[in-house]
């Protein structure tokens, strides 16, 4: 954990008369993919604001490569569910937009290339000039992955991106994010309701329990190949106990172990399971 490229140390989100979470712990590596799974009201978009900038813990600090955050940042780059593009400028100028602010010295025409190669890279040459209002809300979240991958942040921050687009949409782009993300060896985090998501694209999934006083309860690392595909995901060995796991945590033990944690429980080392390797060790000799 010390040695993790995002250091998540002891935070806590408390309001008057309410806590949210307290004493938070976990690891982010480099290039490493990340994804938290727990009921709503647990507090992920809380995290995921703390380790953006947007938001101060109560207590405790994330350390990103070697530095504590203060506050927000383009080595930290969010793709929201709404995907927050400037809708007077075309799809190439929001992505330049976030290019400029990174290089404050390049020339216009470096400018655009590379928005138009961040474009490219998202399947978007043909609509590089077109407004948010002409866009789908699949081609609007292109844009903003584009956007985020554009300016090379240390970490891509992604709240539930997927999920206000219809079950066709959010399967290609989940295949894209997987290979773009692969591609850049980019570090992410990412909150997901949909376990099949996680599964695609993390590499561990955080478990956290029902709130108020949500802990994290379990870490749970993916040892399914890769690269992995969503159409062939269900026929891989482990997938199903991965995914049993998950889905019995999210509907009985999220429950059952939310509130005081066991005795002897230590938040700074939350057991790590490999669900997807038990079929394995079943069929061993
Ligand atoms: N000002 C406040 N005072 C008290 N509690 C608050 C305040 N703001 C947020 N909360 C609580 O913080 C908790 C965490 O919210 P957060 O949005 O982080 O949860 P979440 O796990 O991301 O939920 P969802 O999956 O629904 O987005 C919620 O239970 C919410 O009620």
Known sequence: MRHAYVSVEGIARR????????DLWFGVNRGEFVCVVGHSGCGKTTVLNILAGLEAPSAGEVIVDGQAI??????RAVIFQGHALMPWMTAEQNVGFALSCRHRGWP???????ARAALVRVGLEQAAEKKPSQLSGGMKQRVGIARALAIEPKMLLMDEPFSALDALTR????DEVARLVAEADQTAFMITHDVDEAILLADRILLMTNGPEARLAEIVVNTLPRPRQRATLHRMPGYHALRDHILEFLITRSRTLA????????PRRVPELRPADAPAALAAP
């Open 70 to 75: 203060e506050g927000p940042s383009l080595d």
């Open 15 to 22: 309001y008057p008369g309410a806590t949210v979470f307290e």
């Open 108 to 114: 216009r025409a470096r400018l655009r290339e590379a």
């Open 259 to 266: 509130g005081a944690p066991p005795a002897g429980w230590d």
């Open 171 to 174: 399967g290609v782009l989940q």
